[in-house]
């Protein structure tokens, strides 16, 4: 009934052979101990889907943005859940495009082989949020190291990566004449920096996302893991930005897919009063309204992708297709609860649990408020709110 995109129709098919492995049984286990999807990780590592924007002579596939975006896609529509290792797919892009030569040859093939797992992003502080550029931790040159001291919160994956891009601030606010400088981004070898200055502390969330608090305490990280040059890594954690939020809207869209196909199923099938309940247009309106909603993401998602791919700036495309897909994603996950009844709150049915972990994305990676503020002030003019 319901079409997928045809675009990589064939990396599509293996992606949902390889998610059939991993039904809902799986993943209600893990949700309710807060595990981490171990197996899964691995399966999706040697079937080469988290090196896919890797080039190839780093040992990668080399493909575009918009097969990553296909892959998570589909991951999401089958029910299973590519939060633990999304950033696998992504992260390496800083790397790739800021890193030194050294840098990239050391650690990419590892990274596209899985030997390493880069998927820990230290930037949100408890004290700074949204407002990035006021964090406090610090990095301080010394020799040959830099000495980072601080704190970072929300490290989701912290303890299932060996390496953590993080950014870190270099020289003083008030010694720069813009906030947005004196910011740099390091690669913490965390392998090497546990119990020498790093604390990892997990914190219990409402969804199951091995999100971290992060501890520094004069951790010494070789002056030769600073990504491209002191005091510019601001820049460079926004550069990758519109990748990974035309990847995450990817992944709503497929979370929207799996609750409509549940809704329809059950729709058609639930007699109430002697006829199915999706006879009733309370109903089936609502899902076809997150039906529609969630089209109209997928195709800007689709444009997204295009300009990226073709080296255009694709800020606004990228942050519209963020806000549009988590809210179609959440309109479907509503309506999805709501034709279930009182089953849509029962663990065996998925649909609380796919509901929780779908509402994350109106917060992070970055919430739908300041994606509305980039638009209103970035795309028309309007003046800055903050
Ligand atoms: C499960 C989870 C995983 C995460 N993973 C990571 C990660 O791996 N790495 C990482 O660095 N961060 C991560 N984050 C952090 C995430 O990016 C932030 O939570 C998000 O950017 C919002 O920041 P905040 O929580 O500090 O909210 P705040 O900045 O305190 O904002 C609170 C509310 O106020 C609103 N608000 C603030 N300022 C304005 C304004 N000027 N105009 C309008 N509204 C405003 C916000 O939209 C928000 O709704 C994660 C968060 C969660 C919950």
Not at 3 to 29: M, N, Q
Not at 101 to 116: C, D, F, N, R, V
Not at 284 to 302: D, E, H, N
Request: aromatic letters at 8%; a neutral charge; hydrophobic letters at 35%.
């Amino acid at each position: 009934m319901i079409e997928h995109d045809t675009d990589y129709s064939e990396i599509r098919e293996e992606v949902r052979k390889l998610c059939a492995r991993f039904p809902g049984a799986y993943w209600r286990d893990l949700d309710r101990a807060r595990g981490y999807p171990t197996e899964f990780v691995n399966a999706l590592t040697e079937a080469g889907y988290l090196s896919v924007l890797i080039p190839e002579e780093y040992g990668g596939s080399g493909l575009k943005l918009s097969a990553a975006a296909a892959i998570l896609e589909t991951i999401q529509a089958t029910g299973c859940n590519g939060s633990a290792c999304h950033a696998q797919v992504y992260m390496m892009g800083t790397i790739l495009r800021h890193g030194s030569a050294a840098m990239k040859e050391t650690y990419l093939p590892h990274i596209a082989s899985g030997k390493l797992r880069l998927q820990a992003f230290g930037v949100t502080e408890p004290t700074s949020g949204t407002d990035t550029t006021a964090l406090r931790t610090t990095a301080r040159r010394d020799g040959d190291d830099f000495v980072v001291n601080g704190q970072k919160v929300w490290t989701s994956r912290a303890e299932h990566s060996d390496l953590m891009l993080l950014l870190a601030r270099t020289t003083p606010r008030e010694q720069t004449h813009k906030k947005t400088e004196g910011l740099s981004t390091f690669l913490v070898d965390m392998r090497r920096a546990a119990g020498r200055g790093l604390t990892i502390k997990p914190i219990r969330t409402m969804m199951n996302h091995n999100s971290c608090e992060v501890f520094f305490d004069n951790l010494r990280v070789p002056a030769e893991n600073l990504v491209g040059e002191e005091g510019r890594g601001f820049r460079y954690i926004l550069d990758g930005m519109n990748a990974e939020r035309l990847l995450i809207a990817a992944e709503c869209i497929g979370d929207g897919m799996w609750f409509t196909e549940k809704s329809v199923a059950y729709a058609k099938e639930r007699r109430v009063f002697g006829r199915p309940i999706g006879q009733n247009q309370g109903i089936s309106f609502p899902i076809a309204r997150g039906y529609a909603q969630l089209q109209a993401a997928r195709l800007m998602v689709r444009e997204g992708c295009q300009r990226y791919e073709s080296g255009e700036n694709a800020g606004e495309q990228a942050n519209m297709a963020k806000l549009l897909a988590a809210d179609a994603s959440w309109a479907c996950a509503e309506a999805c609860v709501q034709t279930h009844g009182g089953f849509g709150f029962a663990e065996e049915y998925d649909i609380e649990r796919k509901y929780r972990e779908t509402r994350l994305y109106q917060v992070a990676p970055i919430s739908t408020n300041l994606i509305l503020s980039y638009v209103a002030e970035h795309v028309l003019g309007l003046p800055r709110s903050y």
